[in-house]
């Protein structure tokens, strides 16, 4: 039973460039959440996506999107990328009406230079 | 809104002693309560959860943590540990009066424990 996969493993960007991260949730999960995590910090909920929309939104601007396909993986796109968006990028699934608890993928680490 | 603080950044023990990592959360109702573990190079994993009922929870690895309700805690204990419990410690909370299940996570707590 593969448990939640992410990609790319690593990717470096520009500033202004814009970024899609994918995530594959866990076999028989439906709810994809993701978190930022930057260098020494916990990680920080951005969106939660459910039955193909958003769920829930953190303290996140607008540059940052995501999208739930029928199949129940996920994109997490970012816009006009900043320094400041550099961190670890972790996807996390979780069975809806469950037990609310949630699986963590092993993240992409993005560098924007 | 939720927070959750841990008041340990870095911890280093030896081993067979024993830890006890706090977690501070604010929020006035019904919460989960989470500790995950990040060993080096690999995911996030749950260590332990709390929805309800004892509030002393056993996770795996023999580790423990106590919910007190009065004191919006939930401390993560291990009575002798061992070089491999090496890891940083994340405590987490999802209030349960939101639409879906967001984890508020402490900023952690790295240990290090000395063979």
């Known amino acids: 039973d593969a448990g939640v996969t992410q990609s790319p493993t690593h990717l470096i960007k520009t500033r202004g460039q814009q970024v899609t991260l994918r995530c594959s949730p866990k076999?028989?999960?439906?709810?994809v959440s993701w978190y930022q995590q930057a260098l020494g910090q916990g990680p920080q909920f951005i969106f939660q996506y459910y039955e193909e929309e958003e769920r829930q939104r953190g303290n996140f601007p607008d540059r940052f999107s995501g999208h739930q396909f029928p199949n129940y993986s996920s994109e997490l796109n970012v816009n006009a990328l900043l320094l400041g968006d550099s961190a670890l990028y972790l996807c996390?699934?979780?069975?809806?009406?469950?037990?609310?608890?949630?699986?963590f993928g092993p993240g992409t680490r993005l560098t924007v230079t | 809104a939720q927070s959750v603080s841990q008041h340990n950044h870095h911890v280093i023990l030896s081993e067979a002693a024993s830890l006890e990592l706090g977690c501070n959360y604010s929020?006035?109702?019904?919460?989960?309560l989470f500790w995950y573990v990040q060993y080096p190079g690999q995911h996030l994993q749950l260590l332990l959860k709390y929805f309800s009922g004892d509030p002393l929870v056993k996770g795996i690895k023999g580790f423990e943590a106590e919910f007190i309700k009065s004191k919006f805690s939930f401390n993560l204990r291990k009575p002798s540990v061992q070089w491999s419990d090496t890891a940083e410690y994340f405590c987490a909370v999802n209030a349960l009066n939101n639409a879906g299940n967001m984890l508020t996570f402490g900023g952690g707590t790295r240990l290090m424990v000395k063979p």
């Open positions: 076999s028989g999960h439906d709810t």
């Open positions: 996390a699934s979780s069975p809806e009406g469950g037990s609310y608890e949630q699986y």
């Open positions: 929020y006035g109702g019904t919460v989960n």
